[in-house]
């Protein structure tokens, strides 16, 4: 199998990453997490002090912050300005901040330019918002993962501490709304994806039916 990019998009909790990573194992692939890019300027603006209220001055810093991420669904990992951030880009201050940072078109454009290199000639699992419909519109296998919101929730509830399922309800729901309502590049299911409701799927089902779609279609 040569030059297969498999998009995986879908709002916040549908399984992406654990799923991408999963192809990615099953069929010797690249894993890119587009998610944890965004999250890694995020982090870097808010160390900073940047003002998340002002697009402008985000939009002004968008180049400084030189990021690294390691492709490998083994170990995913990435570094700002030499600091491993893998760990700090989880947390609830940069996950509140990260759909301000991700709306800012000179942040994007600066993404998805790197995503574009990562991705280079294929043999990678892609995953985020608007991988099949900007960053790689020709990819042979687009993905679109779904789950209800409340299954979303209790997902998201049962790898946290210290929270609850209405408080993921919640901020998840604002989250879908900010990225798939942002003038740039908002989440939007592909034409040509197909839809993947995972509400009733167990990871390995999910898994399974994503290897089948790659092999009708390659
Ligand atoms: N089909 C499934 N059944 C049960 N749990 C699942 C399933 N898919 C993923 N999960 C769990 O749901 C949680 C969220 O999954 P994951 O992080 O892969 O979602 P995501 O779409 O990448 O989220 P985000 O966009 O917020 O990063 C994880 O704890 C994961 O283990
Ligand atoms: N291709 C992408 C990937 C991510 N984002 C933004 C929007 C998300 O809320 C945020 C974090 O992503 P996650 O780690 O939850 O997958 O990053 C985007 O705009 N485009």
Redesign the pocket.
């Known amino acids: 199998m040569t030059a297969l990019v498999i998009a995986m998009d879908g709002p916040?909790g549908s399984g992406?990453?654990s799923a991408s990573r999963g192809v990615a194992r099953a069929l010797g692939l690249r894993y890119l997490?587009?998610?944890?890019m965004?999250?890694a300027i995020t982090w870097w603006m808010l160390h900073h002090g940047a003002d998340l209220t002002d697009p402008a001055a985000l939009a002004a810093r968008a180049g400084a912050p030189v990021l690294s991420i390691a492709t490998s669904p083994e170990t995913p990992s990435v570094t700002v300005d030499g600091t491993d951030v893998t760990a700090a880009i989880r947390t609830a201050e940069v996950t509140g901040a990260?759909?301000a940072v991700?709306a800012v078109p000179e942040v994007?454009a600066r993404l998805v330019a790197e995503q574009r290199a990562l991705i280079g000639s294929g043999d990678i699992v892609v995953?985020?918002?608007?991988?099949g419909t900007v960053?790689a519109p020709d990819a042979p296998v687009k993905v679109y993962l779904t789950a209800s919101p409340e299954a979303r929730a209790r997902r998201r509830t049962a790898e946290l501490s210290g929270t609850t399922v209405e408080a993921q309800r919640e901020a998840m729901a604002r989250?879908d709304t900010l990225?798939s309502t942002r003038k740039a590049?908002p989440l939007v299911m592909a034409a040509d994806a197909v839809e993947l409701d995972t509400t009733e799927l167990t990871l390995d089902e999910v898994i399974a039916e994503v290897l089948r779609l790659v092999k009708e279609r390659t």
């Open positions: 916040s992406k990453s997490d587009t998610g944890a965004y999250r990260v759909s991700s994007r995953e985020g918002r608007d991988i960053v989250r990225d590049d």
